[in-house]
């Protein structure tokens, strides 16, 4: 019999998430391992056309469960549409986004077919004759955990946004598609989405956020901070930046990046007066540019950049920040 590692992919205004396309691809690697194919489940409205980017990342089949009152998130709704769909599955291993809209119905589902959850979870692998092992992080990233299910057991596993980044596409690559249209009763739900809004880029989450630009201790103090901040606002970025800035009260402290912070996986990551210490470089694998400005050319960061500049960022920033608003409309 075909082993299916199935995995549960989410859209946000028309597109797929990055972490969606982390846990394909975290997939692919487990089915490999298993010898299993990938069969990813997509649920929302007229959402059929992103199945060939699933395919592109590593499904093999793609199941798109698809109707009007799936435009906005529902977790009664979505209950209704999958638990049918991921029955048919029969998934050797289930898959998903650690994200705020799975951690609303999967849950009760694990409950209902009493499978094991696990969130947090930044590794899976195979071990021995296909049991699934699971390195998850625990106590606000302070810990990791090791999980192994020996008698191969079905598991739930959500995945840390951020956590392993998202490859290339591969151009070529195709899946088959089946689009199920379930028949659900819209009045029954008893939560609704009336309607989402893109996210700030202050604000966002800084896993899910495009672009970071981040302070170190070399920013000084919160005048130099300040100076980041608004490079940051000017190129519409998230504010980042390391544990010690965080300690000193310059940042956030859900804003720190690193192995005890957030895990991050931006487009461009840029980096002022941040050292490059291995519990910071740890949380900022998965970016794909990164520009560092440090005025000390020995600082680990510096290898770690795509551009790296030696320089004093209190001359730099306003600079930047001066030519950034001549060429800005
Ligand atoms: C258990 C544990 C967990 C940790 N977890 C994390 C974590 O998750 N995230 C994290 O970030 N840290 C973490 N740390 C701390 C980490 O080890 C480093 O101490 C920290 O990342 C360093 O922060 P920094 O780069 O801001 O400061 P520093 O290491 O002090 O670096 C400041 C940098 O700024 C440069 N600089 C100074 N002045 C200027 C200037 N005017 N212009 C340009 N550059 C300048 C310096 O050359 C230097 O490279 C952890 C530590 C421990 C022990």
Known sequence: MDKFVVV???????ELTQASLECVEEGREVADQLGAQVHTILCGNEVTPLAATLAAHGADRVTVVEHEALAQFSADGWLQALAPVLLDAHPTLLLAP???????????????WRLPLVGCCMRIGIIGDGYPEIIRHTYGGACQERLIWPYATLVCAMLTPGVRGVGAPQRGRSAEVTVVRPELDPASFRDRTLRTLPA????VSLSEAERIVSGG???????GMALVKRLAEQIGAALGGTRVAADRGWLAVE????????????????????????????????SEQVVAVNSDRTAPILKRADLGVVGDLHQILPILIRKLTEITP
Do not use: C, N
């Not at 549960?8 to 028309?14: D, L, P, Q, R, V």
């Not at 650690?98 to 209902?112: E, F, H």
């Not at 201790?217 to 005048?223: E, K, R, T, V, W």
């Not at 804003?255 to 900022?284: C, D």
């Open 200 to 203: 700030d880029p202050r604000t």
């Open 255 to 286: 804003r720190f990046i690193g192995s005890t912070g957030q895990i991050v996986a931006p487009k461009l990551y840029m980096a002022f007066g941040v050292s490059g210490a291995g519990q910071h470089l740890s949380g900022i694998t998965g």
């Open 8 to 14: 549960i992919a989410e859209s946000e205004h028309g």
């Open 217 to 223: 201790f070399g920013a000084g103090g919160p005048d």
């Open 98 to 112: 650690d994200s705020g809209q799975i951690r609303a119905w999967l849950p009760r589902l694990s409950v209902r």
